[in-house]
Nanobody, 123 residues
């Protein structure tokens, strides 16, 4: 059974950091693109970052560029999101997603999703 499980969320203050982990089981991540999305209360799910299946390409939303870093470890079947200089507007449930080979910046580009982890940034 394919599962993506996010962890690492929590409550932090403005300017602090968190590292999210997406652990993948029942599914080989090596040939899949992966992405992180987030959803704040009352808002639609939005793209945060993605990484290509060969790990050579990354892409970020303008709102997190320069503060967040996406990475992957195919040996561990995991994807990470390092979040630095967090702001209150980063507060949301963060989801990881995966898709064979190609992953874009739309939710419809990804077939497999995790259940999400809550990130709360206090002012």
């Amino acid at each position: 059974q394919r599962q993506l499980v996010e962890s690492g969320g929590g409550l932090v203050q403005t300017g602090e950091s968190l590292r999210l982990t997406c652990a993948v089981t029942g599914y080989t991540l090596a040939e899949s693109a992966a992405g992180w999305f987030r959803q704040a209360p009352g808002k639609e799910r939005e793209f945060v970052a993605r990484i290509g299946w060969n790990s050579g390409s990354t892409y970020y939303s303008d709102s997190v560029k320069g503060r967040f870093t996406i990475s992957r470890d195919n040996a561990r079947n995991a994807v990470y999101l390092q979040m630095n200089s967090l702001k209150p507007e980063d507060t949301a449930v963060y989801y990881c997603a995966a898709n064979l080979y190609y992953g874009g910046s739309q939710t419809s580009n990804y077939r497999f999703w995790g259940q999400g982890t809550q990130v709360t940034v206090s002012a």
